[in-house]
């Protein structure tokens, strides 16, 4: 085996965000760009040696040839075995498992999550440890640290490896497993759900459409869906993975889903609908005219997993991220189970997860999922509403209703502000921070703030401390609006406002949620001076 040491230099701003680095394609490309940092998640997990990791990604625009990269890379450093998915594919919740089930020491997964793909787009790589979730901050500073003193990489000069064969293939001395995306991780859903359940519910003329976007879970949703479940051919839409995602946006939001959400918002519509993201692991939930806030996913989830076989004996306890709306705390109070709020990431719920504190997680950036693995799931919390829906026989809307008559209703909306100047965002996120101490007993917009400061979390199970996660804002009526800059974007900042508003008179329950919600945006945009931003409106409403 002929190892290459090639010299290379730190490039700036190799710092892993929100969840691992995204970039735009071409900066991915330029040179040494993937190879230092693929290096450095080498150094800083103390050397790949003898080591085995899980590989792929979401198909996206240079996802085969990164992976190739990393192969020759992985076994210049000495690493004894590569698991991959046939085609470079994984989705990442089933990258997760195959970390977890073969006990590997890590992954890396390539995505850039639910930002379009393409060479003028984005993309991304992350690394998730042995647990089979996202880094925790420790191991990103690690890496990024890495970064900033490279001096050289390791790579071998080989040909490129057919990606398509499925079996074992060598790359140096280390051996490469093309593995099929998909059977394990449909395994595993077979394990947690009622699949003869779901089965009788289809088979009895509930209707269903699942929107893959283009992206990674169309081949997922044919067999899961489709073969195991007998949906109809076509119930999965979209759902061949294109390196563009067929020019779109693979964001499962009202936004973004426009042709499902024109089908469900009709009368003749299917009984549900979903869509899932770029990498398989966000979702939507919709109903026949009826669309479901990704935090009232989480509360109706939790309220209801006990339905499911995977969960029949009950949660432990349930965790959201802190701009999540606090919908899911009342179930755990009436369960009598533990709640967490954590930072925005899914990295913060691993050490619930690992501990066995919590079960179930959710945020409102469209991710819900359980301790069947680390990572947000996108067709599980499909198959776990389906499951919910074939228990119950009732519409998704009279189940969200139900739920909103027994626990109140948080009315619940997330306003973007994307692609701003960064001087601009980091201008209004100081306006708001210089306020905190001083906006208790203040009144905007005839509300009245009770309390308001810089969110700061410190993990109950290893202690580990993150500060300056997002500025909170609450009056005295218990509503809430929440500050914070995204981790995830590749252009400018992203300003995100969170407001909510909790609802318990049942007179109540059905309005509309931007007018149900005007105080606080009112008092938010006061308190911010977002007018100043110099634009007419959010980007993006969810
Ligand atoms: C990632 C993270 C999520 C986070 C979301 C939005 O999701 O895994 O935990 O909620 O980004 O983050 P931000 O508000 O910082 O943009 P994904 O689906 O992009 O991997």
Redesign the pocket.
């Known amino acids: 085996m002929d190892i290459k040491v090639v010299s290379t230099q730190p490039i700036e701003g190799q710092k892993p965000?929100?969840?691992g680095l995204r970039k735009k394609t071409r900066v991915f490309m330029e040179p040494h760009y993937l190879e230092n940092f693929v290096q450095s998640v080498f150094d800083a997990i103390g050397g790949a040696g003898g080591k085995t990791f899980v590989v792929g990604g979401d198909g996206r625009y240079f996802n085969a040839e990164a992976i190739q990269t990393i192969l020759r890379m992985a076994a210049a450093n000495g690493a004894a075995h590569v698991i991959a998915g046939r085609g470079g594919l994984l989705s990442t919740p089933a990258a997760s498992h195959l970390i977890r089930k073969n006990a590997t020491d890590g992954g890396l997964i390539l995505s850039a999550?639910?930002n379009p793909g393409g060479i003028d787009e984005d993309f991304g790589l992350k690394f998730n440890i042995p647990n089979g979730g996202?880094a925790p901050e420790g191991v990103t500073e690690a890496i990024f640290a890495a970064t900033k003193n490279i001096g050289q990489y390791r790579t071998l000069e080989t040909p490129d490896i057919d990606l398509d064969a499925l079996g074992e293939q060598k790359i140096g001395d280390m051996v490469v497993s093309i593995v099929d995306p998909v059977s394990d991780y449909a395994a595993l859903m077979q394990e947690l759900f009622d699949f003869g359940a779901i089965k009788d519910l289809l088979a009895s003329g509930f209707r269903l459409r699942f929107d893959a976007m283009h992206a990674i879970t169309g081949p997922y949703a044919k067999v899961i869906l489709e073969e195991m479940l007998g949906a109809p051919a076509g119930s999965a839409i979209n759902a061949t993975p294109s390196v563009d995602f067929g020019g779109g946006h693979p964001d499962p939001n009202p936004a973004w889903a426009k042709e499902l959400m024109a089908e469900l918002m009709s009368d003749e519509g299917p009984d549900f609908g979903a869509a899932s993201?770029g990498?398989g692991?966000?979702n939507m939930i919709l109903g026949r005219n009826f669309y479901v806030s990704p935090s009232d996913s989480l509360a109706v989830l939790t309220a209801n997993a006990h339905l499911a076989p995977g969960y029949a004996n009950g949660i432990a306890g349930v965790a959201r991220?802190m701009p999540t709306s606090c919908a899911a705390d009342r179930v755990a109070q009436d369960l009598g189970i533990e709640c967490f709020e954590t930072p925005?990431?899914?990295k913060f719920f691993g050490n619930l997860l690992d501990a066995g504190r919590a079960t179930i997680c959710g945020?409102e950036?469209f991710?819900t999922g359980s301790n069947h693995v680390r990572e947000?799931d996108g067709l599980w919390a499909v198959l776990l509403w389906l499951n919910i829906l074939a228990k119950k026989r009732c519409s998704v809307a009279d189940l969200v209703q139900e739920h909103w008559k027994k626990y109140g209703r948080n009315y619940y909306s997330r306003h973007d502000y994307e692609a701003l100047p960064k001087a601009d965002a980091s201008d209004l996120m100081d306006r708001v921070a210089g306020q905190l101490d001083t906006l208790p007993g203040k009144s905007f917009a005839g509300q009245v703030v009770d309390q308001a400061d810089s969110f700061g979390y410190e993990d109950p199970i290893d202690g580990s401390k993150s500060s300056n996660q997002g500025l909170r804002i609450r009056f005295n009526n218990g509503a809430r609006a929440v500050f914070?800059l995204?981790?995830?974007?590749t252009e400018g900042a992203?300003l995100?406002l969170y407001i909510e508003h909790l609802e318990t008179d049942p007179v109540r329950l059905t309005q509309d949620v931007q007018s149900a919600l005007s105080l606080v945006i009112a008092a938010a945009h006061e308190i911010a001076g977002i007018g100043r931003l110099n634009r007419s409106g959010p980007d993006v409403i969810t």
């Not at 995204?486 to 974007?489: A, F, L, N, Y």
């Open positions: 965000g929100t969840s999550s639910h996202p993201d990498d692991d966000r991220s925005t990431g899914w945020e950036s991710g947000k914070r995204s981790g995830t974007g992203t995100r």
